[in-house]
């Protein structure tokens, strides 16, 4: 096996990390990406799962180790796991270090076994509250016992589980600690993220919703004991280690906290257009040079040419100078 040199951007960041999202539907309506009505993209923008298959190959070919599929809701899209165990072959081959994804867990009972067939090994699982009424009230459309079946068969299946909370004031503030506890018992890791600025999510503004992680980790710290590690995944939480517990604790903190230095990746849409930066509007075709050409020469060119243009940095801002939207595309166009 060779093994493929990454893509290096401007700023000397080898590009090892891909994550695409493979659909923007959702069957939840989770208060903080979408609104209740949301308009979804024309079925026939879509890249189909073989067009999918084929860009993330040539990404692996170009040096990507890891793969993460994501949403709106990635095991909603008909016939996804066509594509999973599609792409399982670059980790069977060697060229791909790991398969995995972000899932908010509604369909997990179906799906886990096979995920585990498919060489996913480890997924993160979406949860902000452990209350059935707020995870209603929060997620709009889901029920928190459909999604606790899902961990269960997850966990069944021998998938690793990290739950991903969002910080929400007024919402989830007081449940820190009880989600800290039952991650501790159930043997998961756990990451808080903080809102981030993105999409029309209609009647409430982000200034309602958003706790600065810094205050959150303070509190944590009043109950529990948080060791620091050096611990890593090329992204952008901070982890500590809570002594209780033994688990990991992430913080996503995009808004206090600039993590671009060692930002490593880059997203795709399911209409495949490419996003050099999760907070910026530049934007990259890969669609044309898929459907243009039979050889994977004039995407391999659209690819190099995009990650020339990779920014330094992120220009999130919530303020109450500037209460509006900094990014207009929602979460689940790109992922998160
Ligand atoms: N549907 C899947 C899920 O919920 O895990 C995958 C897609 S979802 C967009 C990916 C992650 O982004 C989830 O953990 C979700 O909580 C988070 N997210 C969505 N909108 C966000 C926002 N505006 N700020 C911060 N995180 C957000
Ligand atoms: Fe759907 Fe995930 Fe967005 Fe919630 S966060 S609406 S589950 S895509």
Redesign the pocket.
């Known amino acids: 096996m060779v093994r493929a040199q990454p893509v290096v951007d401007p700023f000397g960041r080898a590009i090892t990390y891909l994550r695409v999202s493979v659909t923007d539907r ?5 208060v ?3 609104s209740e009505n949301m308009t979804f993209l024309p079925k026939a923008e879509l890249l189909t799962l073989e067009e999918l298959d084929r860009v993330c190959g040539t990404f692996v070919a170009m040096g990507v180790r890891k793969l993460r599929l994501t ?3 990635p095991l909603v899209r008909r016939d996804i796991m066509g594509l999973i165990r599609s792409l399982g072959r670059h980790l069977a081959s060697g060229m791909l270090d790991e398969l995995t994804l ?1 899932t ?1 867990g ?1 369909q997990l009972a179906r799906f886990a076994e096979t995920l585990r067939e498919c060489g996913v090994r480890r997924i993160n699982l ?1 949860l902000d509250t452990l209350d059935p009424e707020k995870f209603a009230a929060i ?1 709009r459309w ?1 029920r928190l016992a459909q999604v606790m079946e899902g961990l269960g068969a997850a966990k069944a299946a021998g998938l690793a589980v990290k739950i991903n909370m ?1 910080a929400l004031k007024g919402v989830n503030d007081g449940e820190f600690d009880r989600m800290i506890a039952w991650c501790g018992d159930e043997g998961l890791d756990l990451t808080i993220i903080e809102v981030m600025p993105m999409g029309d999510i209609g009647n409430e503004t982000r200034l309602d919703q958003y706790l600065p992680l810094s205050l959150v980790r303070a509190g944590i710290q009043r109950n529990w004991t948080l060791d620091e590690t050096d611990y890593r995944t090329g992204g952008p939480a901070r982890y500590v280690v809570v002594r209780e517990t033994g688990r990991r604790l992430g913080f996503i903190t995009p808004l206090t906290h600039n993590f671009c230095e060692s930002c490593n990746r880059v997203r795709l849409t399911c209409t495949g257009t490419l996003y050099m930066c999760l907070g910026q509007n530049d934007a990259a075709d890969l669609r044309s040079p898929v459907r243009q050409s039979p050889t994977d020469a004039p995407l391999e060119a659209a690819i190099h040419a995009a990650i020339a243009r990779k920014p330094k940095g992120h220009d999130f801002i919530i303020d109450r100078r500037r209460p509006a939207i900094s990014v207009p595309r ?3 166009v790109t ?2």
């Open positions: 959702c069957d939840f309506r989770c903080y990406c979408m949403g709106g809701e972000t908010n509604s979406s997620t889901g969002v929602h979460m689940s992922g998160g």
